[in-house]
C-alpha cells in the first residue's frame, strides 16, 4: 500500500470511448479521477490529495491534474462522502421533526436493542433531539383511515417553534402515511409556506413503507444531510461551470447508480455509502467483462475494509442496511459491509496480553510510522514494509525517510518484547489477524447468508487490498483471485461504469390470501413508468433499460423479510406463495406449510444501462515488454513462512500472456499485489490478474 501523496500522481494510457467522460471519487485521503478521452483514446488518472475542508477543491484539484479541459468534457460522475462522514461523525445540521401525537421518541426508543447488550452500559444519542421533536394531533391507521383529523393550527405553531430555534431542515413524520400520506401532504403544503429554505423532507415521500422507527430514522438522516449536500453540489457545480464545464453533474447513489446533482439534495440520504459502492459497481463491471460474474469484493483502504457480494455480475442490493447501532437507512444501497481493519489500523498488545490489530486507526496524519509523518505505533502497513511485501522505496510523499531498522526497534519493543517474540514474528502475527478479521467481513457477506465463498472469486482493490487478497481467499476456501488493472482508483471507474437507476419500494402488507393482485400489478407498472420518467430526464445516452422486480415477504407473525425476486411483473398469488416457500427453504432449510405468507413490500429497479466502455486500456498496450523477464524490476527478500527470495514485476510492463508463478510482487502506480508461493497468476484480455490458488504452505498471513 502507498503513502499518501503530498501532490498529484498523473498517469496516461490508451483507451476507447464514445465521448470524454470523467469519473471523480472523493476518499477520506485521495481523490481519484480517470478519464475517458475518446477524441484522444486516452485514458488519464489522477490521484491528487483529499481537501477535507472543501472537497469541490479536491476535485478541481484532481481534474487539473490531469490536465483536463473542462469545456471539452461531456460528463462528470461524482462520488462524494459529504453525507457518510456526516452521519459517522454526527456533524449534521440542526433539524426539527414533526410527528403524530404521542410518537415523538419512536427515534429514541427504536427496537429494544442495546449498544453494549452485556454491559450496564451504553451511549445513545438520536438523530434529532427530543427538544426538536414536536408533535400535533393527527392519525391515520394501517390501513389509510383517518381516525383524527390533522390540527392545522398545532401544525403552524409546531413549525414556528421550530423556526425559532434555528433549525435548518425539518421532518414531517406521520404514523402510518405509506397507506395514506395526505396528512404528511398537507403538512408540507403548509410548511412550504412558512419554512425559510427547501430543506423539507415528507417521510412517505422518501420512504414508502411500513415500520415508524426505520422510516423515521431514514427521513430525519435525509433532512439532518440535507443541506450540507445542497451547499456542497451547488458549490462544484458552480467552480465546475466558472472552469468552462457546460453540463450537468451526476452523483453517485448508495444503490450503484447516478443521479443529477440538481435533484441530488431532494434524497440526500440515498448517497450515503455512495462511495463503497461505486467500488462494488466496477467490480460487477469488471467481473462480467472478464466472464467471471459472481464475485466477493475485497475493498481495503487506510482506516478500513468494504465487503460486498456479487452474483451473475449483480451486486447485492438492501434496504435494511444498518450503518451504526441504531442508525438504519432503509433506501435500497448496495449491500456492503465494513470492518475497521486497514493499512493504518493500529496493532497493540491488550492488558490481557492479546496481540490486537485495530479497529483504532493512525488515520494519514500522522499515519503509519513508515509515513515519517509522527507516527508511533505499529500498523498493518508497517509490518507489510517490515515483511518485504512493500517496497520502501516506492512509498509516495514520505514527508521523512524511516529506516526499516528503526521500525523493526518499534515492533520488539511495543509488540515482541510483551509477546516474547522477534519483532519480525510479531510482524508476521499482526498479519495473521487482519487477514482472519477481513476473512470474518466476507463471511458477513457470504456464509451467513447461505452463500458458499467456493462458489465465487475475490475481487481485491483498494491501496492494499491486493497485499492481503491471496492469504484472505485461502482462508476461505475461494479459489481465485481478480486483481483489476487499477485497483487503487477503482471506486472511481465505479463512477464511470455505473448505470442510471432509481429504485422503488412500495408497502403493501396484506397477507396473501386476501391480496388484491390485481392492485400489486398496478404498483409493479406505476413503479416502471416514474423510473422510466426519471431515467428520460436526465441527460446521458443509454444503451437499454433493464427493469429488476422483487417483493419482500415473511410468513404471518413473523417480523423479518425475506427478498424474492420475480421474472415478470404479472406475478399471481399461487407464484408468489411458491416462490416465497423456495427462498425462505433456501435461506433456512425450513419449510412450514401450515403458516400463512404475507406480502410486505413491493420493489422495482430501474435501470438505464450505459454504452460499453472498454477498460483493456487502462494500462497501456504500449507500454507492455515482449517477455516476463523485461518486466522484472529486481528482487528482494519477503516472508512468507520464512525469508524467499522474491522477483518485483512492474505490472505496466507485463505481456498480456505473462503466467507467474509464487512468490513474486507486483508493483504499480496504485498498489502491490502479493502472490503467494504455489499461486498461479495470468492475465486477461483486460489486464486483470487472476490468481488461481495452490497449495502455499500456511505461513505468515496464510
Known amino acids: 500500500m502507498n503513502a499518501p501523496h503530498s501532490g498529484p500522481v498523473v498517469s496516461e494510457t490508451a483507451a476507447a470511448a464514445d465521448s470524454l467522460v470523467a469519473g471523480v471519487d472523493v476518499g477520506g485521503t485521495f481523490t481519484d479521477l480517470v478519464l475517458f478521452d475518446a477524441g484522444a483514446r486516452k485514458v488519464r488518472l489522477a490521484k491528487t490529495p483529499t481537501t477535507l475542508d472543501n472537497q469541490a477543491s479536491g476535485v478541481l484539484n484532481a481534474l487539473h491534474a490531469a490536465d483536463a479541459d473542462l469545456a471539452a468534457i461531456d460528463l462528470i460522475v461524482h462520488g462524494t462522502t459529504t453525507t457518510t462522514n456526516a452521519v459517522l461523525e454526527r456533524n449534521l445540521c440542526k433539524t426539527g421533526l414533526i410527528t403524530t401525537q404521542g410518537f415523538r421518541d419512536v427515534l429514541e426508543l427504536g427496537r429494544r436493542t442495546r449498544p453494549q447488550p452485556y454491559g450496564m452500559k451504553g451511549e445513545f444519542k438520536p438523530v434529532i433531539p427530543r427538544d426538536l421533536r414536536l408533535e400535533v394531533p393527527e392519525r391515520f391507521s394501517a390501513l389509510g383511515e383517518e381516525l383524527v383529523p390533522l390540527d392545522e393550527k398545532a401544525l403552524r405553531g409546531a413549525l414556528q417553534t421550530l423556526i425559532d430555534a434555528g433549525c435548518e431542515a425539518l421532518v414531517i413524520h406521520f404514523l402510518h402515511s405509506y397507506a395514506n400520506p395526505g396528512h404528511e401532504l398537507r403538512a408540507g403544503e403548509i410548511a412550504a409556506e412558512m419554512w425559510p429554505n427547501e430543506n423539507i423532507t415528507l417521510g412517505h415521500a422518501l420512504l414508502s413503507e411500513s415500520r415508524e422507527f426505520e422510516r423515521g430514522v431514514t427521513a430525519a438522516i435525509n433532512a439532518s444531510v440535507q443541506p450540507l449536500l445542497r451547499r456542497y453540489v451547488e458549490r462544484l457545480a458552480d467552480q465546475l461551470a466558472g472552469e468552462g464545464y457546460r453540463h450537468d453533474v451526476l452523483v453517485m447513489n448508495g444503490n450503484g447508480g447516478m443521479v443529477s446533482a440538481r435533484r441530488v439534495a431532494i434524497e440526500a440520504a440515498k448517497t450515503v455509502m455512495s462511495g463503497p459502492a461505486s467500488g462494488v459497481m466496477a467490480a460487477a463491471y469488471t467481473g462480467r467483462r472478464a466472464g467471471i460474474p459472481n464475485l466477493l469484493t475485497y475493498d481495503m483502504g487506510g482506516t478500513s475494509t468494504d465487503v460486498a457480494l456479487i452474483r451473475d455480475a449483480e451486486p ?27 493499512g493504518g489500523s493500529i496493532a497493540r498488545v491488550t492488558d490481557a496480553g492479546l496481540l490486537q490489530v485495530g479497529p483504532e486507526s493512525a488515520g494519514s496524519s500522522p499515519g503509519p510510522i513508515c509515513y515519517g509523518r509522527g507516527g ?114 477503482t471506486n472511481a471507474l465505479g463512477c464511470v461504469v455505473a448505470d442510471l437507476r432509481h429504485d422503488f419500494v412500495n408497502t403493501v402488507n396484506r397477507p396473501l390470501d386476501n391480496l388484491d393482485i390485481e392492485a400489486i400489478h398496478s404498483l409493479f407498472d406505476q413503479q416502471s413508468l416514474d423510473g422510466r420518467t426519471l431515467i428520460e430526464k436526465e441527460a446521458v445516452p443509454i444503451e437499454e433499460i ?28 399461487e407464484e408468489l406463495q411458491r416462490l416465497f416457500e423456495e427462498a425462505y427453504f433456501n435461506r433456512f432449510h425450513v419449510e412450514l406449510p401450515e403458516i400463512k405468507a404475507s406480502l410486505v413490500n413491493v420493489n422495482t429497479s430501474v435501470i438505464g444501462r450505459r454504452q460499453e466502455i472498454d477498460l483493456s486500456m487502462l494500462i497501456d498496450p504500449d507500454g507492455r515488454k515482449a517477455s516476463v523477464d523485461e518486466a522484472v524490476t529486481g528482487h528482494r527478500q519477503v516472508w512468507f513462512d520464512g525469508w524467499k527470495e522474491t522477483p518485483i514485476y512492474w505490472r505496466d510492463h507485463l505481456p498480456l500472456d505473462a503466467v507467474l508463478q509464487g512468490p513474486a510482487i507486483v508493483e504499480q502506480m496504485d498498489t502491490t499485489i502479493v502472490i503467494e508461493p504455489g499461486d498461479t497468476a495470468s492475465q486477461d484480455q483486460d489486464g486483470n490478474i487472476i490468481i488461481t490458488l495452490g497449495t502455499a504452505s500456511q505461513g505468515a498471513d496464510a
Open 546 to 573: 433493464k427493469e429488476i422486480r422483487s417483493v419482500d415477504m415473511q410468513f404471518i407473525g413473523q417480523t423479518h423479510l425475506l427478498r424474492v425476486p420475480l421474472e415478470h411483473p404479472r406475478p399471481t398469488r
Open 376 to 489: 508511533t505505533q505499529p500498523t498493518i502497513s508497517d509490518a507489510n514494509l517490515l515483511l518485504g511485501r512493500m517496497n520502501p522505496d516506492k512509498l509516495n510523499s514520505v514527508a521523512n525517510k524511516i529506516s526499516l531498522k528503526d521500525i523493526e526497534e518499534i515492533f520488539a519493543d511495543k509488540l515482541g518484547q510483551p509477546l516474547k517474540v522477534s519483532a519480525i514474528e510479531a510482524a508476521s502475527a499482526v498479519l495473521r489477524i487482519a487477514n482472519a478479521r477481513m476473512a470474518d467481513a466476507v463471511r458477513m457477506v457470504s456464509v451467513s447468508l447461505g452463500e458458499d465463498p467456493r462458489d465465487f472469486a475475490l475481487f481485491a482493490f483498494g491501496g492494499a487490498g491486493p497485499l492481503h487478497a491471496t492469504a484472505i481467499a485461502r482462508e476461505l476456501g475461494v479459489p481465485r483471485v481478480l486483481v483489476p488493472s487499477r485497483p487503487g482508483i
Open 316 to 342: 447485492a442490493v438492501s434496504n435494511e442496511i444498518e450503518i451504526e447501532y441504531a442508525m438504519p437507512i432503509h433506501v435500497p444501497m448496495v449491500d456492503v459491509r465494513t470492518v475497521g481493519a486497514g
